[in-house]
């Protein structure tokens, strides 16, 4: 799963040649995030996945996190947010949302504040806590 969508002015690079790992940086508070669409109404817990290469953090702490969001309506107005899990180390780390039965569409995100930076690989959303990365095309 590649992120596609930023705020404007963040950078971000996709290494393919770097073992597939993707950063994310920004001067100032920025947000990466992908749309799932869900094929029925909601009601499984998804799990979202990453494996942290490196992080910086700018100063401000606790700032770089990842998060899982569901809508109902695609997009406009979350209706579940999940407790966001604040990155610190380097390693594998998750966040898991139960949407509601009306839910149409997830939404991963990594989330920094200004001068923060997060180097990660292998992202992946799944209905399984046990974070088996399979990689394909979207």
Do not use: C, W
């Amino acid at each position: 799963m590649s992120f596609s969508r930023a705020n404007i002015g963040a950078t971000v690079s996709f290494a393919s040649s770097n073992d597939g790992v993707q950063t994310f940086s920004h001067s100032g508070a920025a947000t990466l995030h992908r749309d799932l669409y869900l094929p029925s109404d909601g009601s499984n817990t998804f799990y979202f996945n990453i494996a942290v290469t490196a992080i910086t953090d700018g100063g401000s702490g606790n700032t770089i996190k990842i998060k899982l969001q569901s809508f109902s309506d695609f997009g406009s107005t979350a209706d579940v947010t999940a407790t966001e899990t604040v990155i610190t180390t380097t390693g594998n780390k998750q966040v898991s949302i139960t949407p509601s039965s009306d839910s149409k569409m997830i939404r991963a995100s990594i989330v920094i504040a200004a001068s923060d930076s997060i180097s990660f690989k292998q992202p992946t959303v799944e209905l399984d806590s046990t974070y088996d990365f399979t990689e394909f095309n979207t």
